[in-house]
DNA sequence: GTCTATAAATGGATAGAC
DNA sequence: GTCTATCCATTTATAGAC
């Protein structure tokens, strides 16, 4: 491959999604002029339309890789037949990847409706899909007699709520470390579907 | 009270606080413009500061006042002293509330990062009020041998983040009463509090 | 109390020089 | 590939007529 002199386009584009994935988390998607972002990475504002069609693109790009990639990430554990195991290993899965990536997490719950409808459609595909991989560990869990659900669509939902809810409060180097969450969370997940029936 | 002739300024606050309301959760603070709002009420955008000194205190007086009344509804339950009817009761309040507003409690949690500083502080320490009032049964029945808890501050904000996600996909007249949501939370955040150590 | 009109600033996006 | 300059639409907020 040539090598191009004077440019630094292989690095600008990605310094470009850096800064508005740091900038919408922060302040929100519409709040975030395309000025602003340019700013971040030193560039005018012009620059930008060489790297994303517009605004909209932008966002749902760096909305689609994420999804894309905690997919591919969960698809890549190591299977585990046992359900207890499977919940637990989603739970400190489900943490461990937020955490390290709380300005993507945020997007992509804070930022579902400023998406078009048709990228919005994409999304929420994506998002069903992790959703449902969860919703399986609960039923067949169900099924064997090692859960207790009334409902495990619901279960599934509220488990997710309870396990994102730690990008609300956990701060690195704080009085929790990152594996006593995980396992403080995994925890109060597998006694929530467990125990006898209501 | 005299009357006035030709004025509708006692139903045109509200009815602006209810757009702003609608069109704050539907499309987010910085998405909605102060036309929208006034169109959404058939009015000018000027007659809006009429109301309000800005777009700003327009938003933060929603918000402050949701967290108000909703301190003000949590203290007025009925007192009772078993941790885990403590707990029940919270949940239940907790969902019923929320269903029932979910445009003030979408905004409340949405928008923080919308408010100018002083604003922000000023709602953070009033939810900080309502955590507590979780965290006070969760401790108390720690301490009782009720519940079992590693750390009462965090299973307080993951029962909260859990309680407060039914809001991302109830819908009235589906497949689960209110009721059976309710019911179904209510257990599995006892629950989660519940059982033998780890 | 509401309107029209407008000020003053900022937004997304494009054109063309370099 | 980036910059400067600019277009055009839209924003918040105010002034003054009615």
């Not at 693109?57 to 499977?86: E, G, K, R, V, Y």
Request: proline share 4%.
């Amino acid at each position: 491959m040539a090598r191009k002199i004077g440019s630094s386009s292989e690095i600008t584009g990605p310094r470009i999604r850096d800064a508005a994935l740091r900038l919408f988390a922060r302040h929100g998607f519409a709040a975030v002029s395309m000025r602003q972002i340019a700013a971040e990475v030193g560039v005018q504002a012009g620059a930008l339309y060489l790297y994303t069609a517009d605004k909209q693109a932008l966002l749902f790009d760096l909305m689609q890789d994420h999804m894309t990639d905690l997919l591919c990430t969960l698809q890549a554990l190591p299977q585990c037949s046992d359900p207890a195991a499977q919940l637990d290993q989603f739970a400190r899965f489900h943490i461990g990847y937020h955490l390290d990536r709380p300005d993507a997490v945020f997007i992509a719950y804070m930022e579902l409706r400023s998406l078009s409808p048709e990228n919005f459609a994409a999304i929420e595909s994506l998002r069903r899909r992790y959703e449902t991989h969860l919703q399986e560990i609960l039923s067949e869990g169900a099924a064997k007699g090692v859960f207790t659900l009334s409902d495990a669509k619901m279960a599934t939902l509220a488990l997710i709520a309870m396990l994102t809810g730690v990008t609300n409060w956990y701060r690195e180097g704080g009085r929790l470390s990152r594996s006593d969450v995980q396992t403080l969370y995994a925890d109060m997940a597998l006694r929530a579907v467990s125990g006898p029936p209501i």
